[in-house]
């Protein structure tokens, strides 16, 4: 599959942009378990344009994580083509549009998914950010603001005469927030659309490897976009690319394996974020990690509520003593 000129694998995964998570310590554990493509998190037009110190630190991209998008938000046209220029010239594979995020803070404020509820102004934006820059656009989007605004086979179409090289789509509405079931149908008909030319990539309920084949084969996408399940476990992408390769399970890691990834990833996190910072951090990894386990809750607040690498890495060490022979899981395969 390519996305303009960045060639990848056949039916590659993705990397979901995430905001607190998508940071370069978390991209470069997901790229070692093979995801394809990796993306930063949200990125403010207006705080990136401002010079924002925070923000422009998510403009950072190592070489061993390549390749990666950047993605933006923002309600202002002249604000985001300004944005999408800065961005370009920290040296991404691409550059991502938010138009998904359905968050308050975002959406109500008319940026993310809240440009759903103006079509005409998120095509016009889209255009000039294509116009703008070299590297090839894409765009992130849902199905529609709510119920009575389902609009994307209409909207894909709007999306690619702009000239972006591909487009996801996460199978619910804005008002659904990440309730309900993704309506992945919809996902499908933009796909096999005799209009679209360009990449379509599936978002939503990739939750295990025998749904994302299932949807992968049903609605032809032509990638699969992995975001929250990814979350305390990131080897999912290992065990997706296993199953689509093979079409065998892969058997699961065991918790003193699991425990190492997390360590791995804490130890990322603080030398990217400094320890306080690091350590909160990663208190979203921790508490989704280990689910499952019995017996686990207070040594799970406990670990949750250290607050130093030192305090962490020994609830770490207790975990993998304790639980040496159990299998690490949040999913069932159903």
């Given amino acids: 599959m ?6 990848l694998r056949k039916h590659p995964l993705l990397l979901a942009p995430m905001e607190d998570v998508t940071d370069p310590s978390f991209r470069l554990l997901c790229k070692k378990y093979g995801a394809d493509l990796m993306y930063t998190e949200f990125v403010s037009a207006d705080a990136l344009i401002r010079s924002i110190e925070k923000t422009q630190r998510k403009l950072k991209i190592f070489d061993e994580e390549r390749p990666v998008g950047i993605q933006l938000y923002g309600k202002e046209i002249d604000a985001m083509v300004e944005a999408a220029k800065i961005a370009a010239e920290a040296g991404p594979e691409l550059i991502d549009i938010n138009f998904g995020c359905p968050v308050k ?22 255009r000039q950010i294509v116009e703008a820059v070299e590297l090839p656009v894409t765009v992130k989007t849902r199905l529609g603001w709510d119920d009575s605004s389902k609009e994307i086979v209409e909207v894909a179409e709007k999306l690619q005469d702009t000239g972006i090289k591909a487009l996801t789509i996460h199978g619910r509405t804005r008002a659904q927030m990440y309730n309900g079931e993704a309506d992945w149908s919809l996902i499908g008909e933009v796909k096999n659309n005799p209009r679209m030319h360009i990449p379509i990539i599936g978002n939503g309920d990739l939750t295990n490897p025998v749904k994302a084949k299932k949807y992968l084969d049903k609605y032809g996408v032509d990638a699969l976009m992995i975001g929250r399940p990814s979350i305390g476990r990131p080897w ?12 065998e399970l892969l ?11 997390i360590r791995e990833n804490l130890s990322s996190s603080i030398e990217w974020l400094g320890e306080r910072r690091g350590i909160l951090h990663m208190r979203r ?32 060490d207790e975990i993998k003593e304790r639980y040496a022979d159990c299998v690490s899981t949040v999913e069932t395969y159903e």
């Fill in 2 to 7: 390519n996305i303009g000129n960045l060639k």
């Fill in 251 to 261: 058997e699961l890691p065991k918790i003193p394996e699991h425990v190492e990834m």
């Fill in 236 to 247: 999912i992408f290992k065990e997706i690319r296993h199953y689509l390769d093979t079409g």
């Fill in 285 to 316: 990894h921790l508490a989704i990690s280990f689910k499952g386990l019995r017996n686990f809750r207070e040594l799970k607040i406990r670990m949750l509520r250290a607050d130093t690498a030192e305090e962490v890495n020994q609830c770490l």
């Fill in 105 to 126: 803070k975002i959406a109500g404020k008319g940026a993310g998914a809240g440009m759903l509820r103006d079509i005409p102004k998120m095509v016009e934006m889209t």
